[in-house]
């Protein structure tokens, strides 16, 4: 499957963005979803997941409750609402697609054969 992120952008402190990741086809449905990022000189770390059916879902700590990952099968899409953005959000942003993937390795970046082309968020102070 083919991920086209969207809806980086640069963004004052305390603001929002919602990035989007289109997955063109007719198996989308089948797939759980996931955000990461990696920020300059860092490792590639999980953001937030989403089961194929949008039941489950799940946040790294340090956007929880600020950051809002969902889905729309109908379009194709998953969505990443981010609120309350701060420096340290600044990153790439990748979303990732697995037809395999346990729950209990959903923020493992290994777990997920397919990633998007990732979307720059810049957030400054």
């Known amino acids: 499957v083919q991920l086209q992120a969207s809806g980086g952008g640069l963004v004052q402190a305390g603001g929002s963005l919602r990035l989007s990741c289109l997955a063109p086809?007719?198996?989308?449905?089948?797939?759980?979803m996931a955000w990461f990022r990696q920020a300059p000189g860092k490792e590639r770390e999980f953001v937030a997941a989403?089961?194929?059916?949008?039941?489950?879902?799940s946040y790294a700590g340090s956007v929880k409750g600020r950051f809002t990952i969902s889905r729309d099968n109908a379009k194709n899409t998953v969505y990443l609402q981010m609120n309350g953005l701060q420096p340290e959000d600044t990153a790439v942003y990748y979303c990732?697609?697995?037809?395999?993937?346990?729950?209990?390795?959903?923020?493992?970046?290994?777990?997920?054969?397919?990633w998007g082309q990732g979307t720059q968020v810049t957030v400054s102070s």
């Open positions: 990732a697609a697995s037809r395999t993937i346990i729950s209990s390795n959903r923020s493992n970046p290994q777990g997920y054969s397919f």
């Open positions: 086809g007719r198996t989308f449905s089948t797939y759980d």
């Open positions: 989403i089961s194929s059916r949008g039941g489950h879902t």
